[in-house]
Nanobody, 126 residues
């Protein structure tokens, strides 16, 4: 069983930064790509980005490209989402998730991820 726990959310002014963390349990963390998603009130879940098993490749959604950066530390079983130049439209609950297929990279559909964290709220004020 894999457990994912996000942390680091909060309230920030527009233009500010936050770093989210996702701590994972399980012995095979470093064999899977890890994704970040978000859900704003009244909207569908949105793909934010994904990082491959080694941390050597990342892929982002258009709305966050150039502002958000995903990284991981496999020794700590943790993946990070660094969010810079935040905008009010970034307000959402942010989730990390594990790709359901070993070794795969680059999928953005939520159904392609099997384990999810509980989410952490990010609120950006204008």
């Amino acid at each position: 069983q894999v457990q994912l726990v996000e942390s680091g959310g909060g309230l920030v002014q527009a233009g500010g930064s936050l770093r989210l963390s996702c701590a994972a349990s399980g012995r095979t963390f470093d064999s899977y790509s890890m994704g970040w998603f978000r859900r704003a009130p009244g909207k569908e879940r949105e793909f934010v980005g994904v990082i491959n098993w080694s941390g050597g490749a990342t892929y982002y959604g258009d709305s966050v490209k150039g502002r958000f950066t995903i990284s991981r530390d496999n020794a700590k079983n943790t993946v990070y989402l660094q969010m810079n130049n935040l905008k009010p439209e970034d307000t959402a609950v942010y989730y990390c998730a594990r790709d359901r297929r070993l070794g795969r990279f680059g999928v953005r559909g939520p159904d392609e991820y099997d384990y999810w964290g509980q989410g952490t709220q990010v609120t950006v004020s204008s």
